[in-house]
């Protein structure tokens, strides 16, 4: 057990670093979040390149196999991992004063600063999360392939987005939620397998889902001008 939790929070440690890195470039490096957080990625993208060799790696130990396998109360565990994040997000989110703090950053940030608030530090602390929310990721998807590729997710950053905007989320800040960001990920799922039942090309799939994120997001905009 000690094995699987160091392993396991290495990986966990590793993924929130990276978020730090991304948030000190963004928040003290006053550079854009899209080009550091674009820099950072194709860094990382051939960093693994480099230590993989371009391969898969492969061999390993049974319990990464079953975070994917596995069942808890009758229900697969990466299910009830979901529900957990979205459940403790949620409530951080809208009931602790750093969650609430978020949406008067990105309603307006220099009148959150003026309230008092510690806009880096409270930025800083959303990249970090993000990068530990995206390693966690990373380890399902690992454990469902059962192996660890180094360009494994980088067709689903696309999907990410939809879901977000989908979901409600401003890409002006100021608004968005866990329960809506749930429902644009339900939207995206039933949208994607409704594709494969009916034979639509996997090629032509991102073309579907880019419509999508051009709807919403002119819907957003709509919205914002009301």
Same mark, same amino acid.
């Given at each position: 057990?000690?094995?699987?939790?160091?392993?396991?929070?290495?990986?966990?440690?590793?993924?929130?670093?990276?978020?730090?890195?991304?948030?000190?470039?963004?928040?003290? *490096?006053?550079?854009?979040?899209?080009?550091?957080?674009?820099?950072?990625?194709?860094?990382?993208?051939?960093?693994?390149?480099?230590?993989?060799?371009?391969?898969?790696?492969?061999?390993?130990? #049974?319990?990464?196999? #079953?975070?994917?396998?596995?069942?808890?109360? *009758?229900?697969?565990? #990466?299910?009830?991992?979901?529900?957990?994040?979205?459940?403790?997000?949620?409530?951080?989110?809208?009931?602790?004063?750093?969650?609430?703090?978020?949406?008067?950053?990105?309603?307006? #940030?220099?009148?959150?600063?003026?309230?008092?608030?510690?806009?880096?530090?409270?930025?800083?602390?959303?990249?970090?999360?993000?990068?530990?929310?995206?390693?966690?990721?990373?380890?399902?998807?690992?454990?469902?392939?059962?192996?660890?590729?180094?360009?494994?997710?980088?067709?689903?950053?696309?999907?990410?987005?939809?879901?977000?905007?989908?979901?409600?989320?401003?890409?002006?800040?100021?608004?968005?939620?866990?329960? *809506?960001?749930?429902?644009?990920?339900?939207?995206?799922?039933?949208?994607?397998?409704?594709?494969?039942?009916?034979?639509?090309?996997?090629?032509?799939?991102?073309?579907?889902?880019?419509?999508?994120?051009?709807?919403?997001?002119?819907?957003?905009?709509?919205?914002?001008?009301?």
């Amino acid at each position: 057990l000690a094995y699987i939790t160091e392993e396991a929070g290495l990986s966990l440690a590793l993924g929130a670093f990276v978020g730090l890195v991304n948030g000190i470039l963004s928040t003290y *490096g006053r550079i854009q979040p899209f080009v550091a957080t674009l820099a950072t990625m194709s860094a990382c993208s051939g960093l693994a390149l480099y230590i993989t060799n371009g391969s898969p790696v492969t061999g390993f130990p #049974e319990w990464f196999s #079953e975070i994917t396998s596995a069942r808890f109360l *009758g229900l697969p565990l #990466e299910f009830v991992i979901l529900i957990a994040v979205y459940l403790v997000v949620a409530f951080w989110l809208y009931f602790r004063p750093s969650g609430r703090a978020l949406y008067a950053i990105g309603g307006n #940030e220099e009148v959150a600063r003026l309230s008092g608030i510690n806009t880096r530090r409270t930025k800083v602390m959303v990249y970090v999360i993000a990068g530990l929310l995206a390693a966690l990721a990373g380890l399902i998807v690992g454990s469902r392939l059962d192996a660890a590729h180094p360009t494994a997710g980088v067709n689903d950053l696309l999907s990410v987005i939809a879901v977000v905007v989908i979901g409600g989320a401003s890409l002006s800040g100021g608004s968005g939620g866990m329960m *809506g960001t749930f429902i644009g990920l339900m939207i995206i799922g039933v949208l994607r397998n409704g594709m494969a039942l009916i034979n639509v090309s996997p090629n032509l799939q991102p073309v579907v889902i880019g419509v999508a994120i051009i709807i919403a997001v002119m819907l957003d905009r709509r919205a914002a001008t009301r």
